[in-house]
Structures are given as structure tokens and as C-alpha cells.
């Protein structure tokens, strides 16, 4: 099983929670992080600074387009931050809970 850790950067609070809560019901992520931070960054040919949230999530690797797909339904910006990053760990116990927690997927 791989897992993933997906950063995705939102502008709009409301979009974080709609995102966070139908990710963790529909038990794709076992868990989310909401950071706060100020942004500046160059869009079609302009410098934008803003207030922005960024999102963390931890899944497993063949969950993310689905996880994509849902994120692309809600997020506002044309085009938006989404990475992915490999997660490993010697925690069996961590590894262990981010598989339970997305477990109805596996049998599917």
C-alpha cells in the first residue's frame, strides 16, 4: 500500500470546510490540516498577494485522482495548487490507522 500527503491551497475558508467534510465522509482521507498563510505569487503576468488557507490530507496513492476530481467540483481558482508527496514512515501504527480509516474503499 503507498500513501500520499496532498497540499492543496484554497482562497476561500468556506471551500476548505465543504472540501474537508466530503473528503472524511466519503472516508477517502483519514485526516485533514488547515494552515493559514499570506501568498504572493505571479498570475498571467501580474504579482497576486493574498490570505490563504492550505489544506493537508493524508490518503492512500490510488485514491487521488478521485480526491482530484471531487476538489476540482468545489475549488473557485482557475487553477489551483494541488501536490501530492510520498509518505513513509517506520510508525506501523500510523500507516495502520491511515488504512482503516479509508478501509471501505479497499473492498470495493
Not at 45 to 72: A, F, G, M, R
Amino acid at each position: 500500500m503507498e500513501y500520499c500527503l496532498i497540499q492543496i491551497t484554497f482562497g476561500n475558508k468556506k471551500e476548505v470546510k465543504i472540501t474537508q467534510e466530503k473528503l472524511l465522509q466519503e472516508r477517502l482521507v483519514s485526516s485533514c490540516q488547515v494552515l493559514n498563510c499570506n501568498s504572493i505569487w505571479r498570475w498571467k503576468k501580474d504579482i497576486e498577494k493574498s490570505k490563504e488557507y492550505i489544506l493537508l490530507l493524508k490518503t492512500k496513492k490510488y485514491l487521488v485522482n478521485k480526491i482530484y476530481n471531487i476538489v476540482k467540483g468545489i475549488h473557485s481558482y482557475e487553477c489551483f495548487e494541488f501536490l501530492v508527496f510520498d509518505i513513509s514512515s517506520p510508525s506501523t501504527k500510523y500507516l495502520n490507522w491511515i488504512d482503516e480509516e479509508t478501509e471501505n474503499l479497499d473492498k470495493k
